[in-house]
């Protein structure tokens, strides 16, 4: 059971570029998250999905986008990186009113 | 708006003794509440839930308990081993057709063998 995965685990970027997080889930589940986690702090959701073709804006979402096009995929795309963007993110997926997110082993981003 | 927040960042416990993690929340609007343990370099894994109407839950050697009257919820946890230490967050679920999962900050708790 691969469960949710996430690509790349560990990326540099430079300031101004842009790139896409991958997130992609055999569980078959309708909810999909994406949460960045800053050191010493929460998880803070930055989009989610409650289906393919439906997404909307979590507690931080600027600097970011997202699409659904199928319900295993999740991308999230950082464009114009900046440095308050580094932070390990995390995308989670759950079936419809679960409770139980099912997470990533997150990818570690450093933008400098 | 929502806040999920806990008492302390650090807690230190030896070996065999129980371990009570604390939290505060500020929006009544939840349907439940939720546990997650993160071990280091890892993604955070459910514990365990309960729903906002109830008052306590148990698991395999874990107890939720939710005070609505002044918001707050606790996970204890019994005879904690080396295995138990992580960070643990708490969160709260708010569902209908947007459900959404929002996390406090964390309290890493260490076991002292």
């Known amino acids: 059971n691969a469960g949710v995965t996430q690509t790349p685990k560990f990326r540099i970027l430079k300031i101004g570029q842009s790139m896409t997080l991958q997130c992609t889930q055999d569980m078959n589940h309708n909810y999909m998250y994406w949460y960045r986690q800053d050191p010493g702090m929460g998880l803070k959701l930055i989009y989610y999905?409650?289906?393919?073709?439906?997404?909307d804006k979590g507690e931080v979402p600027n600097g970011y986008n997202v699409s659904r096009s199928t319900t295993e995929d999740f991308p999230l795309r950082l464009e114009l990186a900046a440095p308050s963007q580094t932070s390990v993110y995390f995308c989670a997926s759950s079936i419809p009113g679960g409770t139980e997110a099912f997470f990533g082993q997150g990818t570690r981003l450093t933008v400098v | 708006g929502e806040s999920v927040g806990l008492h302390l960042p650090t807690l230190s416990v030896q070996e065999g003794d129980n371990s009570i993690i604390n939290c505060a929340y500020s929006n009544s609007a939840s349907d439940y509440f939720i546990w997650y343990k993160q071990e280091s370099g890892k993604g955070p894994q459910f514990i365990i839930d309960?729903?906002?109407?109830?008052d306590k839950r148990q698991g395999q050697r874990v107890t939720v308990l939710l005070n609505k009257t002044v918001k707050h919820l606790s996970l204890q946890i019994a005879a904690t081993q080396p295995g138990d230490s992580a960070v643990y967050f708490c969160a709260a679920y708010y569902g209908g057709s947007q459900g959404n999962l929002i996390f406090g900050k964390g309290t890493k708790l260490s076991v002292k063998p």
């Open positions: 999905s409650v289906g393919a073709g439906i997404t």
């Open positions: 309960i729903r906002s109407n109830m």
